[in-house]
């Protein structure tokens, strides 16, 4: 069943919430939770239940409000979870919208840059503990508003890292098995290269979603940003 499908069962449904579904851990929802400093945002509530919230306290770093989400400058505009997230299986939905895509850094860990999920081109990159566990997954996206999902299949000794844009697939690879931090949004944390675009909502999951509850969740998040 396709995303189409998916969007006119919600319809029926009337009733869904990504917190249906089991395992959610920051859910940075479009139009909701979002506290100003003028035209700036200081602070993005999570709406999973964890009170993971994401922050900027630093003015100058704040990103500006934006179309129910947040519009990064691409200079040194960043947000921060309350909570780091070290994760193996894992699904992540972030709707953007890009101004640029020479080093764009949607995730940091917060810390350094062992970890990171970071465009350059057409070629997303993801690392996880260190330059020996990285790979990379194209796309034909290009820089409109779209729909981007990153998730990981775990096996006995390795990961494949899928990605998908408007839940259609794209790519993937295989690295081996390590944990991918997620602590900054919008920022390497080691050599800034930061995001330069607009993020419109940005949802973590501590699993791989099932293929059924993985096209329920895009869906809901397409319709709720006119995608």
Known sequence: MGINSRRENL???GGFSLTDVD??????????????NGALVSQWADQSGNNNLARQTTETNQPTASGGGIDLDGTDNFMTLNTALNLSAFTIFAVID???TTLETLIGNGTNGDDFFRLSGTTWTIRTEGSSFQTTLTTSAGTDKYL???YADVGASATRYYLEDDGTAESNNVIDN?????????????NAQ?????????????DELSAANRELVEADIM???SL
Do not use: C, H, P
Request: proline share 0%.
């Open 11 to 13: 319809e029926g449904m």
């Open 23 to 36: 395992n959610l851990q920051v859910w940075l929802q479009n139009n909701t939770g979002i506290t100003l």
């Open 98 to 100: 890009l101004d640029d």
């Open 148 to 150: 981007l999902t990153l």
């Open 178 to 190: 390590k944990t991918f931090t997620v602590k900054d949004i919008g920022r390497n944390s080691a």
């Open 194 to 206: 930061f995001f330069n675009g607009k993020i419109y909502e940005f949802v973590i999951y501590g």
């Open 223 to 225: 319709t709720r940003n």
